[in-house]
C-alpha cells in the first residue's frame, strides 16, 4: 500500500495532481481546499500523505486502482472519519472539503450544520447527519496547526467581499476560496468591490480550467 509520496509537482488539474517521482507520475486526487496552494507548489518537490483505494463495479469484477493525496497527516485522518458518516464517498468527501479539516472539525464540533450544508454536495439533512456521527470524535482535529498552508485571517473589507459574494448566490465555502486566493495573488486590494471582481477572476480561471 503506499502511504506517502514525495516527488515533483508537474501538473495541477481541477480535482487531481501529477507528481514525478523518478521515472513514474503518480495522478493523485486532493481535496478542493488543497488546489489552489497545490498550484502555487507547482514545479517544486513536495510530499503528499495518502490513501490507496479500488475504484469499479464489484458485479463486473472491474477495479480501478486510486490514489489520494493530503498535505498534512491529519487531513487524512480527517477524511478517514469523514467518509465514515452515511452517504459521504470518497470523491463526495475531496469536494466537499473545501476548506482546511481543521476548519470543517471545528463547525462539526460546535453543530454548526448551517456552514457544513454551503459545502459542495452537503445540503442540509447531510450536514446534520454528520454532525451526529463525527461531533465528539474530533479533538485531535481542532487542536491541529494548519501550517505548512497557512489560511489567511479575513480583514473588514475582504468579509465584506465575501458577504457580497454569498448575497449574489455563490456557496459560502465556495466564496471564502475564492476571496483567499485573489487576496493572495492581490494583497493590496482593499476595496470591498475590487476584491469581488478579483475573486470572480479566481473563480472564472477556476470554471475555464474545468
Given at each position: 500500500m503506499i502511504c506517502r509520496i514525495t516527488g515533483r509537482l508537474e501538473h495541477v488539474g481541477e480535482s487531481t495532481v501529477q507528481i514525478a517521482a523518478g521515472a513514474i507520475w503518480y495522478e493523485l486526487f486532493v481535496p478542493v481546499a488543497?488546489?489552489?496552494?497545490?498550484?502555487?507548489?507547482?514545479?517544486?518537490?513536495?510530499?503528499?500523505?495518502?490513501?490507496?483505494?479500488?475504484?469499479?463495479?464489484?458485479?463486473?469484477?472491474?477495479?480501478?486502482?486510486?490514489?489520494?493525496?493530503?498535505?498534512?497527516?491529519?487531513?487524512?485522518?480527517?477524511?478517514?472519519?469523514?467518509?465514515?458518516?452515511?452517504?459521504?464517498?470518497?470523491?463526495?468527501?475531496?469536494?466537499?472539503?473545501?476548506?482546511?479539516?481543521?476548519?470543517?472539525?471545528?463547525?462539526?464540533?460546535?453543530?454548526?450544520?448551517?456552514l457544513l450544508a454551503t459545502l459542495p454536495e452537503i445540503g442540509k439533512k447531510t450536514a446534520a447527519q454528520i454532525v451526529a456521527d463525527l461531533q465528539g470524535k474530533l479533538d485531535?482535529?481542532?487542536?491541529?496547526?494548519?501550517?505548512?498552508?497557512?489560511?489567511?485571517?479575513l480583514s473588514q473589507a475582504q468579509q465584506v467581499a465575501l458577504d457580497i459574494l454569498v448575497q449574489w448566490g455563490d456557496r459560502r465555502a465556495d466564496a471564502q476560496r475564492w476571496v483567499t486566493e485573489a487576496i493572495e495573488r492581490h494583497p493590496e486590494l482593499d476595496d470591498p468591490q475590487e476584491i469581488v471582481k478579483a475573486a470572480y477572476r479566481v473563480k472564472q480561471g477556476a470554471s475555464q480550467g474545468a
Open positions: 488543497d488546489i489552489g496552494a497545490c498550484e502555487r507548489l507547482r514545479g517544486e518537490e513536495v510530499t503528499l500523505h495518502t490513501i490507496q483505494y479500488l475504484e469499479g463495479n464489484p458485479t463486473a469484477s472491474h477495479f480501478s486502482p486510486r490514489l489520494i493525496g493530503f498535505v498534512r497527516p491529519a487531513d487524512r485522518e480527517f477524511f478517514r472519519l469523514f467518509v465514515r458518516v452515511r452517504g459521504i464517498s470518497n470523491k463526495k468527501a475531496l469536494r466537499a472539503m473545501s476548506l482546511p479539516s481543521h476548519q470543517l472539525a471545528a463547525a462539526i464540533e460546535r453543530g454548526d450544520v448551517a485531535l482535529h481542532l487542536l491541529q496547526d494548519a501550517a505548512p498552508l497557512p489560511i489567511h485571517e
